[in-house]
Nanobody
Framework: QVKLVESGGGLVQAGGSLRLSCAAS????????MGWFRQAPGKEREFVASINWSFGITDYADSVKGRFTISRDNAKNTVYLQMNSLKPEDTAAYYCAASQTFGAKSRASYTYWGHGTQVTVSS
């Protein structure tokens, strides 16, 4: 079992930055690949970024490449999403999730989910 709790969301102006954190509990956290997803009102939940558990290999959605950075600290059982140059279209609820499938981008591949943290970017 892995429990995930996101934090760090908020209201920011376009061009600003936020750092989201995802605190995980559970002895097996270090064996899971971690991902961030987001869901805007009226839209489906979409993949944002992922990081594998051992080598820190990362992957990003095209819409956030060059602006967002995912990282993890296994000693602290925490995953981060640094978001820079934020745009109004980044407004969404952001969720972290854990998967046993390397490189997974589909929701179905993720077993555990947090409850989400809201990010709102004003223009």
């Amino acid at each position: 079992q892995v429990k995930l709790v996101e934090s760090g969301g908020g209201l920011v102006q376009a061009g600003g930055s936020l750092r989201l954190s995802c605190a995980a509990s559970g002895r097996t956290f270090r064996s899971y690949h971690m991902g961030w997803f987001r869901q805007a009102p009226g839209k489906e939940r979409e993949f944002v970024a992922s990081i594998n558990w051992s080598f820190g290999i990362t992957d990003y959605a095209d819409s956030v490449k060059g602006r967002f950075t995912i990282s993890r600290d296994n000693a602290k059982n925490t995953v981060y999403l640094q978001m820079n140059s934020l745009k109004p279209e980044d407004t969404a609820a952001y969720y972290c999730a854990a998967s046993q499938t390397f490189g997974a981008k589909s929701r179905a591949s993720y077993t555990y989910w947090g409850h989400g943290t809201q990010v709102t970017v004003s223009s």
